[in-house]
């Protein structure tokens, strides 16, 4: 909990013993088990409907609900599916939808994306469409948006209408291995994608410049303070 003295602490980055509020956590894989709303550990508790997201409680579950319902239901019905083992399944925010859709792509063993520009950006040449990459460090993966920059202008592209400003026109969440990168295949999107996309789409609204994204931590006592930094706490 922040208290009157923490605020008054630096907060320069140049400094790494000054970053006071944080706890490195380590790489989640795919069988980490944490809570998608506040990453404690989550053994036990999987939706049930799609058993593909986990929860700590179910204050957490409630929470999450306004986001995960938009993608549980779908998720179920698109993982049924049988597929081409070349194809990765990425989550599709069609301009006019009020949902997004998953969608599977082919792509190379180099990773080379075969189906964007011809199944979900038609019309768009290939060098028109941005593909910009973020991480939480919750999530065993990173996450890249394509969209169409429209650097002409010479599309009439409305306003996404399930990620809302500054996306206009189709948007694609792919998300990929940390390590393997672009080199390799996407893996599939789930419906874990969805809290901390919408977190970082609502940061691009208020910001359009380069974004250092960190998770609030917890922010230490004075007395726990003083006794890292010792005689130093407190100067600048
Ligand atoms: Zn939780
Ligand atoms: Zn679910």
């Known amino acids: 909990m922040p208290t009157k003295t923490s605020a008054a602490l630096?907060?320069?980055?140049?400094?790494?013993?000054?970053?006071?509020?944080?706890?490195?956590?380590?790489?989640p894989t795919i069988t980490t088990k944490i809570?998608?709303?506040c990453h404690a550990s989550a053994p036990h508790t999987l939706c049930s409907k799609c058993r593909n997201i986990r929860y700590c409680s179910t204050s957490c579950q409630e929470l999450d609900w306004k986001l995960h319902k938009v993608v549980c239901k779908h998720y179920i019905e698109a993982t049924a599916q049988t597929r081409c083992p070349s194809s990765r399944r990425v989550l599709y925010f069609h301009p006019l939808a009020s949902k997004p859709t998953f969608t599977d792509i082919p792509f190379g063993p180099d990773g080379t994306v075969y189906g964007l520009s011809e199944h979900l950006f038609p019309g768009v040449p290939d060098a028109d469409i941005k593909r910009l990459s973020f991480h939480d460090r919750f999530l065993p993966y990173f996450i890249q948006l394509a969209y169409d920059t429209n650097p002409d202008k010479k599309?009439?592209?409305?306003?996404?209408r399930s990620l809302g400003r500054p996306f206009r026109g189709p948007v694609v969440a792919l998300a990929y291995d940390a390590e393997t990168g672009l080199s390799a295949p996407a893996l599939d999107v789930d419906t874990t994608i969805m809290r901390p996309l919408m977190q970082y789409v609502?940061?691009?609204r208020e910001y359009d410049g380069p974004i250092f994204v960190e998770q609030p931590q917890k922010r230490y006592t004075k007395g726990e303070w003083k006794a890292i930094m010792g005689d130093d706490a407190g100067c600048v």
């Not at 630096?10 to 490195?24: I, K, M, N, R, V």
């Not at 599309?155 to 996404?160: A, I, K």
């Open 10 to 27: 630096p907060q320069d980055f140049g400094h790494p013993h000054l970053l006071e509020d944080y706890t490195p956590v380590p790489q």
């Open 35 to 37: 809570c998608a709303v």
């Open 155 to 160: 599309r009439e592209l409305e306003e996404n």
């Open 202 to 204: 609502e940061l691009r």
